[in-house]
């Protein structure tokens, strides 16, 4: 056949403990032309099934058993020299890291030279054709960025010149391993519509591996969904993501939040217990352990694979199950007390010349999520690191905490300061000593902090399980490593803590705990945040507020369902159309460092320009309603209405 088929594949790793089988008995097959989704949580199997497709298994990794058949290709009886003449006609592997795939040595278009080379066209063409490929990835002066080295450019940008490099490749398989983890809204939608170019324009197959869900579910035509390393539930997207038949499946559903939902109608499902030992997988089904429908059945005797509803589903009792069990009831959100928390007046921040946060004014009161939403290279993150006194100096502005002076760099804040404001960072590798256990980091946080909880009373606060105290960090999960972070940062009973992109990394399953723990710590305490993600999903949910920022400035601010519904700037009208995948339209990326314009620095991307007004003179910061302020030149009744 034409496309994808796996019959029986079995992988396994060699390990101190023996051998352990990461992928067990799973078949497919997926016609050319079509998408398959590959979804489940970290541990499930999803990448070894990946790379198992492209034989680039580890050293200690080996195929047990199966056929792998791309285009009638044998692909694991190819000797080693076949095997590099298929990669490199055939297969493109798109990963999450897209920097990592490109060579730092050499400049972009010497890279796709070189795939273009391998491809026979002729030298002397293929200048021009790679002119033409990145332009085809709708990347802004395609001479310029031939020209640059990838650490030049940003992270969607890079992504691009990979997918640039695919279409040079042209090839029968194209494997996507979270292509867009990582990226904001309107850059994944980008992302997300040269994919569909890719497929349309390649007929190859693609087999898309991700931990997002809404993802999978707007570009593939099937999904499969992996549980300790089996199927546990496969058939068409559409409707194995609206109305799943096994249990797993819901629960991922269930764990994920949804556009425009707050937490107050409905509250995130964390899947209880963690995935099984692969040493040591348990009898019976591998669920059974961490199901709500488990039966003494279910925990002795494997279960058989049967259809279900049109799709194929690996469960005892899928005929009979009621899965809308899994919902869970929202609890109403803490007022925020009057007063401010936080208070930031004309905040700026300078890197060279460059003001990378720009006369920034807000406040958070006490108890209050405010969450902060733009791309990449906006301004959140420094603002957040302005807040919390880390890095340059601001040049100019005041910052103040529950009313007295705070001071702009960290050194000069005194023990009271630091135990009151602590700060949560996206990858908490980068702040967790590998050599500590986790008692030891939390021990320390509770001295330094004057805290007043013991260890594991600490631990139970962020939900952590008291037998990983012991463990060190690099002994424990992302989710687990993260949870230990917060627990740090809850030591000192904090009055307001910093969350900087906190779940982005994490699956649907692990980022549903984490921002649970991070919701009730807010019921109990009143704790404060200052939530940065690009997620509008997540800040919908979470948030009690929130600020939009485009290239160092607010240019939105106000209550988050205010803001999310509209009438908004035409920036977040372009983020909530992004968020709800309905925007196709491909609007230009700004080059990066791309010159601040004396008018309104979203004027060149924008679908409602004004002309001469919005080029040349800076926009006014109108009212909307009570608490609701957009900058632009739009009347009020002219600026972008709804979500539709």
């Known amino acids: 056949m034409t496309g994808l088929l796996v019959d029986g594949l079995r992988v396994s790793f060699d390990t101190r403990r023996g051998p352990v089988h990461v992928v067990d008995d799973v078949s497919l097959d997926v016609p050319r032309g079509a998408t398959l989704g590959v979804v489940g949580e970290s541990g499930s199997g999803k990448t070894t099934f990946g790379r198992a497709l492209a034989r680039h298994l580890p050293s200690n990794g080996r195929v047990l058993d199966g056929h792998i058949s791309v285009d009638g290709t044998d692909v694991l009886a190819l000797s080693p020299r076949d095997l590099r003449a298929w990669r490199a006609r055939e297969l493109a592997v798109v990963h999450q890291e897209a920097g990592a795939t490109l060579d730092p040595s050499m400049r972009v278009g010497a890279q796709l030279a070189e795939v273009l080379g391998q491809q026979d066209v002729a030298r002397d063409a293929r200048r021009d054709r790679v002119r033409d490929l990145l332009s ?15 650490h030049e450019l940003s992270g969607g940008q890079q992504q691009r ?15 996507l391993d979270e292509p867009t983890t990582g990226l904001d809204a309107s850059v994944e939608a980008e992302i997300l519509a040269l994919l569909e170019d890719l497929r349309r324009d390649l007929d190859a197959t693609l087999v898309l591996i991700s931990h997002d869900l809404g993802l999978v579910g707007q570009i593939c035509d099937e999904v499969v969904v992996l549980y300790a390393g089996q199927v546990v539930e496969r058939g068409a997207a559409a409707d194995v993501l609206t109305t799943p038949r096994h249990p797993y499946t819901a629960a991922l559903l269930a764990s994920a939040p949804t556009f425009g939902v707050p937490r107050r109608q409905r509250r995130l499902l964390a899947i209880a217990g963690t995935p099984p030992d692969p040493a040591a997988p348990p009898p019976g089904c591998r669920f059974a352990p961490r199901c709500a429908f488990a039966d003494d059945t ?14 194929t589903v690996r469960c005892h009792h899928a005929e009979l199950l009621d899965l809308t069990a899994t919902a869970r009831p929202g609890a ?3 007022v925020p007390r009057p007063g401010s928390l936080l208070q930031l007046n004309g905040l700026t921040r300078r890197y060279g010349s460059l003001a990378v946060v720009d006369d920034v004014t807000l406040d958070i009161a006490p108890g209050e999520v405010f969450g902060l939403v733009g791309e990449s290279g906006s301004g959140k993150t420094t603002l957040a690191r302005a807040v919390m006194g880390i890095g340059p100096r601001p040049r100019s502005g005041t910052m103040r905490l529950s009313g007295n002076a705070l001071a702009p760099v960290l050194r000069r804040r005194g023990r009271a300061v630091l135990r009151r404001m602590q700060m949560v960072f996206q990858q908490p590798d980068t702040t967790l000593n590998p050599s500590h256990r986790v008692r030891t980091v939390l021990a320390r ?3 330094t902090l004057d805290g007043t909880d013991s260890v594991e009373t600490l631990a139970a606060r962020a939900q952590l399980d008291a037998a990983l105290l012991d463990a060190r960090s690099t002994d424990l999960s992302g989710g687990q490593k993260q949870r230990v972070a917060i627990a740090r940062a809850f030591a000192g009973s904090p009055d307001l803590v910093v969350c900087d992109e906190p779940v982005s990394a994490l699956d649907v399953s ?13 019921d109990r305490t009143g704790t404060s945040y200052l939530f940065i993600s690009h997620d509008l999903a997540v800040i919908g949910y979470l948030a009690d507020r929130v600020g939009v920022m485009y290239r160092g400035q607010l240019v939105e601010v106000g209550a988050t369902d205010d803001v999310l519904s509209g009438p908004h700037h035409p920036y977040t009208a372009a983020l909530v159309l992004a968020a709800q995948r309905r925007e196709r339209r491909r609007s230009a990326t700004p080059p990066a460092q791309a010159a601040i314009a004396t008018g309104c620095r979203f004027a060149a991307r924008c679908p409602h320009h004004l002309g001469d007004v919005c080029a040349e003179q800076p926009p006014p910061l109108r009212t909307v309603a009570e608490g609701h302020q957009v900058r632009c030149h739009l009347p009020i009744d002219q600026l972008p209405k709804g979500t539709a």
Do not use: F, H, N, T
């Open 136 to 150: 085809a990835v709708r990347l802004p002066d395609p001479d310029a960025i031939a020209r640059r080295y990838p």
């Open 161 to 175: 010149v990979v997918i640039a490099a695919v279409l040079a490749a042209r090839p029968s398989l194209v494997i």
């Open 298 to 311: 279910c925990r002795a005797d494997s279960p058989p694979a049967r259809v279900v509803d049109g799709r």
């Open 332 to 334: 109403d959100a803490p």
């Open 445 to 447: 946080a509770l001295e």
């Open 510 to 522: 692990v980022q549903a705990g984490v921002l649970e723990v991070l919701a009730d710590e807010r």
